[in-house]
């Protein structure tokens, strides 16, 4: 009930007691959901940047939404084209026979998935089983639509669009069936994903028994000499080069960041064994600047 009290020859009506309290007590109770919420919003690396998960997610998407029509360029550029090396060599590791079901994770512009049909398309023709090239299938999944685009576009360029589908998807979350492909493989794609240790799990998830998990990453170079060389190159010209060539600056920025800030050989083979895999192993590449690193879902 409203009170009523005198002041100046005037009645002034007091806020009821009850409502008052409860508006108090409901205000303080949202404040202390909105507080919790924010204390428990993970805190990661957009580079060298602390972010939340939800904002890399979304910087990472924007920095390759820019980048995707000078991507393949710029990495001819930065690597002096030894990544192309780096990628048959991964294909040759993989050794994929005919008949291979094969998911390409953040491989948008297709230079894994091209590499792995040339391959069984080479041993269905020596074998002269070329019915068995049907079989032989590669999805790409990529969280980035533009990404994908141009990978599409360079497979109706090159006439390779047989044997070949293309995905938007979240590493994290796969749209992929469970157990259904024989081998995963992901190439300078993970160190940009938000939660490493969840797109390792969907990884094994999708795997067959017995399917192969291969990743090819940039990594530690263990040598002085060349480490401290390849850390004045990243720093002082990769971003002029991304300038230049792509006119972004701050794209190939967080590229060398996100370098630096990707676990080293060691520590990544921890991460894939912790997802279930065995047999881990990893492969340096050029003193250990890129590294291939392998294991088995049993």
């Known amino acids: 009930m409203a009170t009523f009290c005198s002041k100046s020859g005037s009645l002034l009506m007091a806020i009821p007691r009850c409502s008052c309290s409860n508006s108090s007590l409901l205000f303080r109770k949202k404040y202390r959901l909105y507080s919790n919420h924010q204390t428990k919003e993970k805190i990661t690396h957009f ?18 939404e820019n980048v995707a029509s ?3 360029k710029m990495n001819d550029a930065m690597s002096l084209g030894i990544h192309r090396l780096w990628k048959d060599r991964f294909i040759r590791t993989l050794n994929p026979p005919v008949g291979t079901k094969l998911l390409d994770v953040a491989g948008g512009t297709g230079d894994i998935a091209f590499r792995f049909l040339n391959h069984v398309n080479k041993k269905s023709e020596k074998r002269k089983q070329g019915a068995e090239m049907i079989d032989s299938h590669v999805t790409v999944c990529d969280i980035n639509r533009a990404m994908l685009q141009v990978g599409q576009q360079r497979a109706e360029r090159q006439h390779q669009s047989s044997g070949i589908s293309w995905v938007e998807g979240d590493a994290e979350e796969l749209p992929i069936a469970t157990a259904s492909v024989d081998a995963y493989t992901i190439a300078f794609g993970i160190r940009n994903v938000t939660r490493i240790h969840k797109a390792l799990s969907e990884a094994h998830r999708v795997l067959v028994p017995g399917g192969r998990f291969l990743c090819l990453e940039f990594s530690e170079v263990k040598n002085e000499l060349i480490s401290s060389t390849y850390e004045k190159y990243s720093f002082d010209v990769i971003p002029v080069m991304g300038q230049i060539i792509a006119g ?18 060691e520590k990544f083979a921890g991460l894939i064994q912790d997802a279930g895999f065995s047999h881990v192993t990893h492969e340096n590449l050029t003193f250990g600047i890129a590294a291939i690193h392998s294991g088995f879902k049993l």
Do not use: A
């Open 248 to 265: 972004d600056w701050k794209s190939y920025q967080y590229l060398v960041e996100s370098i630096r800030q990707f676990p080293n050989q």
């Open 70 to 72: 000078s991507y393949d």
């Open 47 to 64: 580079g060298f940047e602390e972010v939340s998960e939800q904002e890399k997610t979304q910087k990472v998407y924007k920095v390759f």
